[in-house]
């Protein structure tokens, strides 16, 4: 670093944070972009009160989040901004650009204690079936392969839809799964998992040769589709998810790639499964995230006590 950018700079303190955090830190390309956001707005509140990264206090900071409480933003948004700010100081101090770290000792709004939507069992199988019987047999068996993924792992979208083809080979038990931060994890698969897989394969394999005899690029993607990524879209799956909750009798605005994450996990702990073996198969960081999981728990106590305690039992 050759020196701190100048006062009136932030676009250049937003712009080298963001580069060191992708380049250094391995930060996912939505985190950074969410950094950037967040940063922008914060650079443009200043801005207006003639202020700068560089001499903002924390009663600037303050004064800010205040603001944006007043926009009506929601805690978990507030949360996130302060966040954001947090890492831009520390960096700035690290970096020797400030004497001070300004964000250090501020008190954030804190999330909210929503817990997670999620589905019944019944409802995440009526999904599986509409994606076996729903289309030509090749969506299908895509189909199929992309829910029973999903449901069996807990993955996040992202890392399902960007998986190689060189992960299935062989009939894997486990997958090796690139997380947030290229953080990789493996993650079991169930038994209807590893067949609708196989018979996936065996039809991408088939038309990737097909292809490929007619001049096209190979394409090393297990879900592959035209575009910059090769691979099918998060948007896509979106709104595959959305088209199957219709055959399934949901109402789609229940069903998104997320809930089936969060069902995957309620299911698991309502079977027993440890809350810490949950936390490694999400690819959570911290088992504070894993834990609003813990109200499956909850429920399934008290209604074991409800049943089995002598005195809980009606007259």
Not at 66 to 84: H, I, P, Q, W, Y
Not at 201 to 207: A, I, P, Q, S
Not at 263 to 284: K, N, P
Request: hydrophobic share 40%; with cysteine.
């Amino acid at each position: 670093m050759t020196g701190a950018p100048s006062a009136g700079g932030m676009t250049r303190w937003i712009s080298t944070f963001l580069e060191a955090q992708s380049a250094e830190r391995g930060s996912a390309r939505n985190t950074v972009l969410g950094y950037g956001r967040d940063l922008r707005d914060f650079a443009g509140w200043l801005a207006h009160r003639d202020g700068d990264f560089a001499a903002a206090d924390r009663a600037m900071i303050e004064a800010y989040l205040v603001a944006c409480d007043a926009e009506g933003l929601s805690r978990a948004t507030r949360a996130r901004r302060l966040s954001s700010i947090r890492q831009l100081f520390r960096f700035a101090y690290e970096e020797g650009w400030r004497a001070d770290n300004p964000a250090l000792r501020i008190t954030g709004p804190g999330r909210d204690k929503r817990l997670p939507k999620t589905l019944s069992e019944a409802e995440v199988e009526a999904l599986l079936q509409a994606a076996r019987s729903t289309g030509r047999v090749g969506d299908r068996l895509r189909n199929t392969c992309l829910m029973e993924l999903l449901y069996a792992t807990g993955m996040r979208v992202s890392e399902l839809v960007s998986l190689p083809a060189s992960a299935a080979r062989g009939d894997p038990r486990m997958l090796l799964v690139r997380g947030k931060g290229g953080k990789e994890r493996m993650v079991p698969l169930s038994g209807p998992a590893r067949t609708a897989l196989a018979a996936w394969l065996k039809l991408r394999d088939r038309d990737e040769e097909a292809a490929r005899a007619k001049g096209a690029a190979p394409n090393r993607q297990l879900f592959p589709a035209r575009g910059r990524d090769g691979h099918l879209t998060r948007q896509s799956f979106f709104q595959l998810i959305k088209r199957l909750a219709l055959e399934a009798g949901l109402d789609p605005a229940r069903v998104t790639p997320h809930v089936l994450r969060h069902a995957f996990a309620t299911h698991l702990l309502a079977h027993g499964a440890d809350l810490r073996v949950i936390q490694t198969l999400l690819g959570h960081a911290d088992l504070g995230t894993t834990e609003i999981y813990t109200h499956v728990l909850e429920e399934r106590l008290k209604s074991l006590v409800l049943e089995n305690h002598p005195l809980a039992r009606e007259k």
